[in-house]
């Protein structure tokens, strides 16, 4: 089935740039979404790019996408400790509905 | 905008009890509303997607007669829990498809965490 890879757990320090990557299998997915979740809590959407589109910048936020490669990032700059929390990265599967595709999730650690 | 609320977002139940749940979009209609498992620590697990009067479709291993869904409105889906046991007890977000920003973007609920005795 599609698959998407996270890496766990990211530990940066406050206003330091946080990059979170993110591979993933589906070759047609339209659209890749970001989302955070703070503890206890529902997923927030933060940002999403276009399949067609190689970079996305939203205020703090940069989303690059390398389609060949299947590889999506998401660059936090001037990280601060409300940035704790979980980061899911989440395409869409082309063809299904709507369906997005969760990885684990990465555990983003801002220290002061 | 965007907004989609969960009732409630906690409940504890004895075992053999069923468990409703209600997801809504607040400010634009669904025609598509998700429902998903969420364990310590993990991923979202899929469960179900609800279109508006018709049947959910549920994923691979979800039993459809123990978790009931129904989509009523373009602004209500429910999920009702039923018979639950311990091995229930979860954390559930529902999500709810459209509020622009993309055809195939979901918003999310709170969550509803439920704990079975």
């Known amino acids: 089935g599609e698959d998407v890879e996270q890496s766990l757990f990211l530990s940066v320090r406050e206003g330091d740039s946080s990059v979170i990557n993110c591979t993933y299998t589906d070759s047609s997915s339209t659209y890749l979404y970001w989302y955070k979740q703070e503890p206890g809590a529902g997923l927030q959407l933060l940002t999403y790019i276009f399949s067609n589109m190689d970079m996305k910048q939203d205020q703090r936020l940069t989303v690059l996408l390398n389609k060949k490669d299947k590889h999506l990032s998401l660059r936090i700059a001037d990280t601060q400790t409300g940035d704790s929390a979980i980061y899911f990265c989440?395409?869409?599967?082309?063809?299904?509905?709507?369906?997005?595709?969760f990885g684990q999730g990465t555990e983003l650690s801002v220290k002061p | 905008g965007a907004v989609v609320s969960q009732h409630p977002s906690r409940v504890i139940c004895k075992s053999g009890t069923s468990v409703k749940i209600e997801c809504r979009s607040l400010?634009?209609?669904?025609?598509?509303m998700f429902w998903y498992r969420q364990f310590p620590k993990q991923s979202l697990m899929l469960m179900a997607t609800?279109?508006?009067?018709?049947?959910?479709?549920?994923e691979q291993g979800v039993e459809k007669d123990k978790f009931l869904i129904n989509h009523a409105s373009l602004t209500l889906s429910t999920l009702t829990v039923t018979s639950a046991h311990p091995e229930d007890s979860s954390f559930y977000i529902c999500?709810?498809?459209?509020?622009?920003?993309?055809?195939?973007?979901?918003?999310f609920g709170p969550g509803t965490r439920l704990t079975v005795l």
């Open positions: 989440a395409p869409g599967l082309g063809n299904q509905g709507g369906k997005l595709i």
């Open positions: 609800s279109n508006e009067g018709s049947k959910a479709t549920y």
């Open positions: 400010d634009f209609q669904a025609t598509t």
């Open positions: 999500s709810a498809r459209g509020g622009g920003g993309g055809t195939d973007t979901q918003y």
